[in-house]
């Protein structure tokens, strides 16, 4: 079965500095991978995928994920976070048992003023 | 609806009591799914239904919990003589079919508290 391993549980970080969230995935023939967002006190939401084609995905506010197939990273990066991205972050892959997501423990940033 | 709805969101119980939690999907979308999230433990997938199939139950921590869906639609969520360590937030979510480029919808969770 696959797994991910989310490096960090928290990252501090102040407002306008660059930030990078680590992944790494357990290898496999075909992965499709995900990052989701849960904002305080709300559901989780998805932030972007990899799925085929481009390994720089892009999500619409500014960070991007890019898939490393020998290194088995999906890192996540913006380079100038907000206040508003405080949130804890989940980094997912496709492949449980029964087809499902399999998550990482997740990275709490907090972003500093 | 515009989302998906989860019912209570939020439930304290006594220790031995039975819970339900329900989970209504976004119209239309056959997959979902319930996952568990404990405090620095991640997420914890529960169980998947097709429609209203369940193919493999063996997600669930023990006997005491179950699940079904009925029409398709809504699902619930059963434990029963609830445990300290049944505590966490409950997660449901949906997606338009088993094909994972959909992404998941999830909805806000029902947070459980035994006491």
Known sequence: AQSVTQLDSQVPVFEEAPVELRCNYSSSVSVYLFWYVQYPNQGLQLLLKYLSGSTLVESINGFEAEFNKSQTSFHLRKPSVHISDTAEYFCAVLGGSQGNLIFGKGTKLSVKP | ?115
Not at chain 2, 4 to 19: A, C, F, M, R, Y
Not at chain 2, 35 to 60: T, W
């Open chain 2, 1 to 115: 609806g515009a989302g998906v709805s989860q019912s209570p969101s939020n439930k304290v119980t006594e220790k031995g009591k039975d819970v339900e939690l329900r989970c209504d999907p976004i119209s239309g979308h056959t997959a979902l799914y319930w996952y568990r999230q404990s405090l620095g433990q991640g997420l914890e997938f529960l169980i998947y239904f097709q429609g209203n199939s369940a193919p493999d139950k063996s997600g669930l921590p023990s006997d005491r919990f179950s699940a079904e869906r009925t029409g398709g639609s809504v699902s619930t969520l059963t434990i029963q003589r609830t445990q300290q360590e049944d505590s966490a937030v409950y997660l449901c979510a949906s997606s338009l079919s088993l094909r994972q480029d959909y992404g998941y919808t999830f909805g806000s969770g029902t947070r459980l508290t035994v006491v």
